[in-house]
């Protein structure tokens, strides 16, 4: 819920979504007849692929380009490969896209995995599970992590996904934390949760973390603040401080794959239409959004958008064809009637950005640095890198300025000048 002050020199107060009393099981979406899966790797023509346009494959098969390929994909179907192509990425980054025709026959279950009680283990077969665990960071020799957080608070706006999964899964959630704790030896295992949701918390071995209803508390900046008495340095990321945050699902799924001893492909989504009614949905893996929109009864329009996350951190796609993916969480449908107009009017000084930023950062004059590309003198002199992508700047701006995509599009190209260094 978005709420406005009264005084027009007050902060702006948005408040998270709590999860209704007796929520409303999830609707289950039929498996599509095309699943699409994404890579994180580009196609290179000039090697010989480990796998083709007409390859068959099987339920819980693992998915690689190359031989010395460290990206994968989990077919959550039997079939067959119907086509391999290029994408970009919402910063025009090149991936791959695998498109399988699912066979209903052969479906049936998942390949049988012997599991292993090992983070390396983890890292190269269990990525992929619902809710996207970083079991890669968790096994970086590199990184050290003293503090694991399950996130059963939503971290953005109209969605209740996280709390969902926490308080209708907590036996899964709770032997998921165990075997977390078995595999990474991290000793130190805390939830986020709403107030609201404490009486429905997990008790074993997890020490809860109560977290308020004004945005941005629930983000990973804010909570190792507020609760773990660090203050996530400009340019560090929680693991570089030794703190790994992990979405309540993907320690369910943990838990539900170790019982299976196989793969797990359902994936909670909340989706918001363009009525502002909220769903509940469950889907595999790589069903495309035109297959929800479409057994929900939710007519998509040209230059309608869809937005894969919230409101406040959420990137838009303009292609009903986008696929379910491990990390979603939350599906915005917008009328493209409603839909706010960015525009090209310079900034107005009017200081709203600085003054709702939880960062402290004069974003005002951050943006003219980036609006010219200067990324480097833009975090020197203006704290690019302490930006925690909250949104709140473009919210409140008066000019109607995309200062978090500036932001977002900043720090990323200043990760490629570093890099090329």
Partial sequence: MIKRSFFALSRPRLTYDLLEPDPLEPQTIPVPDLITLFLTESIDSKRPALIKKGDPVEKGQKLVLYEDSTAYAVSPVAGTIKMIDSYSDDFGAIATCIIIAHDPVRTSQAQSMEMSEDISFAAAHLLKLPGAPPFDILAD?????????????????????SQYVTTSHIRDLEQGAKILKQITNVSRICITLPESLNGNAPTASLQV???????????????MKDHLDQILPAGKTPEEMGVCFIRAEAVVSLARAFAAKAYIFEKHVTLVDKNASRHRIKAVIGTPLSNIFSQLDIQVNDQDRIIIGGPMRGYATFTVHHPVTPDMDTVVVQDQRIIPKISDTPCVNCGKCVQICPADIQVNLLVRFLETNQYEEATDKYDLDACIECGLCTYVCTSQIALGQYIRLGKHELRKLRADV
Avoid at 209 to 223: E, F, K, N, S
């Fill in 141 to 161: 020799e590199n990184v050290n992590i003293t503090t694991i957080v399950i996130t059963g608070a939503d971290t953005d706006l109209l969605t209740t996904t």
């Fill in 209 to 223: 973390l109560q977290t308020g209803t004004v945005y941005p508390d629930t983000l990973p900046a804010m909570i």
